[in-house]
């Protein structure tokens, strides 16, 4: 038992409500046990200058206080991203662009803000997992207003701690648990099993091949909870657009 009486394969209680602001194209507020981040998807009729005239379009993301509180993006109020905020934002703008049709979004910009309101550990993998909410939602109000004619995905996506600590297998580290693991990891994978990318530091000994197989074996079930709970709060609609994307592959 853990410290918050979880059991070592259980995820913190978790909450995602989707379109939790009135402006953006797409919002999702995201609760892991203490962690709580605010996402929102905002689209832009503009690319990157590399993909100008190219028939494709890009999905990328920031991490830091809240852009959205009023009815146009805000700027944010700083002069540069620290290292740590720019290395989430990395993680969280690759996770999603992995798993979009970038053809089918054409020539536009989905900027994804996740903003931590409340961090209690997990707050990158909390991010992924919240602005895809917000991203699918974006989608979805593209499609019904006639901007797209395909929806951009094909899958579900999440994110989701794992490490050992104690001699344990752990489940989504809380920041107590985090800032004492001999092994600590973050993966982002699709519920179909597929691996985006993975995130992984020994702090203490080297871990072996066995133990990164358990650790990629937990998470899976982890992301499998959480997939499914993006895939409630997103819909039926949604997901017979990502079925329907999906058997076009």
């Known amino acids: ?138 989608f979805f109000y593209l499609l019904q207003q006639g901007m797209i004619s395909r929806f951009p995905l094909d899958d579900y996506l999440a994110a989701i701690s794992v490490g050992l600590f104690n001699g344990a297998y752990l489940l989504d580290l809380s920041y107590a648990e985090d800032s004492q693991a001999a092994v600590d990891m973050n993966l982002v994978m699709t519920l179909g099993g597929k691996l985006v990318e993975i995130q992984g530091t020994s702090e203490d000994k080297p871990f072996s091949r066995e133990q990164l197989d358990r650790m990629l074996d937990l998470a899976e079930g982890g992301i499998a909870v959480i997939a499914n709970r993006q895939k409630e709060v997103l819909g039926a609609e949604v997901e017979r657009l990502i079925a329907a994307s999906a058997r076009k592959i």
């Open 1 to 138: 038992m853990r410290p918050d009486g979880r059991n070592l394969q259980e995820i913190r209680p978790l909450t995602i409500s989707p379109s939790y602001l009135k402006y953006p194209e797409g919002s999702a507020l995201i609760e892991l046990g203490d962690t709580c981040v605010l996402c929102t998807a905002s689209v832009e009729e503009k690319v990157p200058d590399f993909l100008k005239g190219r028939g494709r379009g890009w999905v990328t993301a920031e991490y830091a206080m809240l852009p959205r509180s009023t009815g146009t993006r805000i700027a944010r109020e700083r002069a540069s991203v620290n290292a740590r905020s720019l290395e989430i934002q990395r993680l969280i703008g690759r996770s999603l662009r992995a798993i979009v049709d970038m053809e089918a979004l054409g020539e536009r910009t989905v900027r994804v803000d996740c903003d931590v309101l409340q961090a209690d550990g997990g707050t990158r993998t909390a991010a992924v997992s919240g602005g895809y909410v917000a991203l699918a939602e974006a």
